[in-house]
């Protein structure tokens, strides 16, 4: 039958509302939500490309570059998407710069990363001069800091660096019984030397009459311990402790299996799970003790998200996650989960002093498990320590059982400082 | 007590073959060709991360596993072809100020961080723990691995064997007559950019061979090769620059005087080595062997 025009006309009318029905939602999806600028937010991120640190900054750049495809995927922080500006973490000075660059002329939202005691306290004075929200991985130790950056208002550090030997003394004293002597080998700078002390400092309020034989302090990427190995053998220690994070874990592991040391006394690494999968059975025994930092890739209460983040990382990069990946990824999830809160009060895209007050005391599910901000700037988080054993399917050793040490029981509470803390347990 | 001091001592000659090894390299090129070779360091490097890789691969294919350490020696060799490129490049600065060959050198040495960075990444790379494959020695109360023996022995004879070169062969006539004076040795027939290529390339062999031997014990890592050189300077010095005898006596000195110090004073172990250093620059500035100046 012969259409007539208002037929016509209806028909047009129906299928242009309908079409712009069916398309409306693909435009809608595409824009964000009010008050929030449709440009990417920009995110610097500041990694150690090069040197003995490498892999700590390779890690934790490989952590944020997850995040960013996960988060990008699910439409981004509050529609909008997420832009990453990566920069080389080198010596302070350069670093300091790039810094500058990545607020000044980049005008990125935020900064991540830093890993290295002395560019972290290079980089604190820094923030606060310029104003930006930093939220560090690691790059945190006792001295120097409280002068450097005594209250921050813009800096997010990273845990204490010696909540992991306040976390392996912890475990000595509860997992080997009658250590009277303690060995120790530790890197020479802060970090080292710091840990030593703390490491002592723990143990004696459980062992007060422990005694330390030898200290040795070899420097970052020493190759060749087998005279420090005679030095150990000679002092004859109950225990051998080592804050070791890197490559030269494995050697002195490699090198006292070749000469039996650790038949003959115990150890305690407490940091040694930076080099977890390289850590093979053929020469690391069971029943030393073994610190993974924040983040212990095959623990039995693992989450979803860490099973999966296991799973991606050693298919992308045939290794197994270290600690440093939850470090990175705790610190931008953090951010977008600040960004959230503050907007749902703001109502539009909030400022960055209202992004810092949100992120102050916040909890997310970071891949390891909850993680937070202290209200002093500083992280919470559990450790993961354990002792060592060949019960797995990999080459290389695990730890069972898994000890989760929360910062409330091994790092010191805002406010106090590090040896009072530690002097005023009940043990 | 005996036990300590064998043990120690034992360590300290491990180290010392390897410093020889590197530091005979440097000597023989700076004798003939009269080039402080900074990158014999990164040489080593190269030998390390190209050993392990080597390792990897043929053990990987089928070669058994005791057999590895043939594998290990045909890499840190084969790897020594990057001399030539190496030397065809210091060809440039070969009759200026030493400041360009050291500037040459150096900016080598960044070159090859770089590199092996881009090539093999940035984790430390190891054999895992074929180290361990040949088992211990247990004697005077000392347990030593076996494969240390066996790098100490490998030092020991390749010295010999560099001895009988030199003495002994008229390639090693060649190299002493243009360590002496170039210009005669060119008059009377020498032709001396072919020795400078074969002398340079066996200068690296002896540097990656070093590297590719030390690793089943270590692991390859970002800077190993930089912080090498710093340490062959000191045996050079102390044994006397352009002198094999040099190299071995100073490798000696520095690697046990080095095991010494880290069971004695450990907060003292580099320092050591720079006292003698300074000492052997204020009484012998030519070192132990060094040639007198002219």
Known sequence: ?427 | MLAHALNVLLSGVFHAAILFLVAAGLQLVFGVQRIFNLACGSFYALGAYFGVSTVTVLTGAGLPRPLFIVALVAGGIAVAAVGPVVERLLRFVYDRDETFQLLLTFAVVLMMEDILRIVWGTAPTSTGGLYLIYGQVRALGVTVPVYNLIVIAAGIAIALLMGYMLARTRFGRIIRAAAENREMSEALGVNMRVVYVKVFTLGTMLGTLGGALVIPSTAAMSEMGIDLIVEAFAVVVIGGLGSMRGALAGALVVGVLRAVAISTWPELEMLLIYLIVIAVLVFRPRGLFGAAAA
Not at chain 1, 8 to 23: D, E, I, N
């Open chain 1, 1 to 427: 039958m012969k259409t007539s025009r208002r037929q016509f006309l209806k028909t047009v009318g129906a299928a242009a509302v309908g079409s712009g029905v069916l398309g409306a939602p693909a435009v809608l999806r595409a824009q964000t939500k009010r008050g929030v600028p449709s440009d990417p937010v920009k995110i610097g991120v500041l990694a150690i490309r090069a040197g003995v640190a490498a892999p700590v900054g390779a890690a934790g750049q490989r952590g944020v570059e997850w995040w960013a495809d996960r988060v990008n995927k699910a439409g981004g922080i509050l529609g909008r998407k997420v832009e990453l500006v990566l920069e080389e973490e080198s010596s302070p000075k350069d670093t300091v710069e790039r810094f500058r660059k990545l607020v000044l002329q980049t005008k990125v939202d935020v900064i991540s990363g830093g890993i290295s005691t002395a560019v972290g306290l290079a980089l604190g004075p820094v923030t606060e001069e310029l104003g930006t929200i930093w939220l560090s991985w690691d790059a945190t130790t006792q001295n120097g800091v409280e002068e450097t950056i005594p209250k921050p208002k813009w800096a997010f550090r990273s845990v204490d660096n010696e909540a992991e030997a306040v976390g392996g003394a912890i475990l000595t004293a509860k997992h080997f019984k009658g250590i009277k002597t303690v060995a120790g080998i530790n890197n020479d700078y802060s970090y080292g030397r710091d840990c030593w002390a703390t490491f002592m400092a723990a143990l004696k309020r459980y062992t007060p009459d422990v005694k330390p034989v030898l200290d040795l302090w070899p420097k970052l990427g020493v190759t060749d311990f087998s005279s420090h190995i005679a030095a150990i053998q000679q002092a004859k220690p109950d225990l051998l402790m080592s804050s070791f994070w890197s490559g030269d874990t494995t050697i002195i592991m490699k090198q006292a299996a070749a000469v039996g040391l650790f038949k003959t006394m115990k150890a305690c690494f407490t940091t040694g799970g930076g080099v977890h999968d390289s850590l093979k059975k053929d020469f690391t025994p069971e029943g030393l003790i073994l610190g993974y930092n924040s983040m212990y890739f095959n623990h039995v209460g693992a989450s979803p998200l860490l099973k999966q983040f296991v799973r991606e990382y050693k298919a992308k990069y045939n290794e197994y996650p270290p600690y440093e990946c939850d470090h990175a990824y705790f610190t931008v999830e953090a951010y977008k989960a600040a960004v959230e809160k503050a907007y749902a009060a703001a109502g539009q895209w909030p400022a960055k002093e209202q992004i810092v007050k949100a992120l102050e005391g916040i909890e997310v599910e970071s891949l390891s498990g909850r993680r937070g901000y202290r209200e002093d700037h500083i992280m919470m988080c559990n450790f993961y320590q354990g002792v060592t054993t060949h019960k797995n399917e990999f080459d290389f050793v695990t730890i069972d059982p898994v000890e989760v040490l929360p910062t409330s029981r091994i790092q010191k509470p805002a406010g106090s400082k590090l040896y009072d803390w530690i002097n005023s347990w009940r043990v």
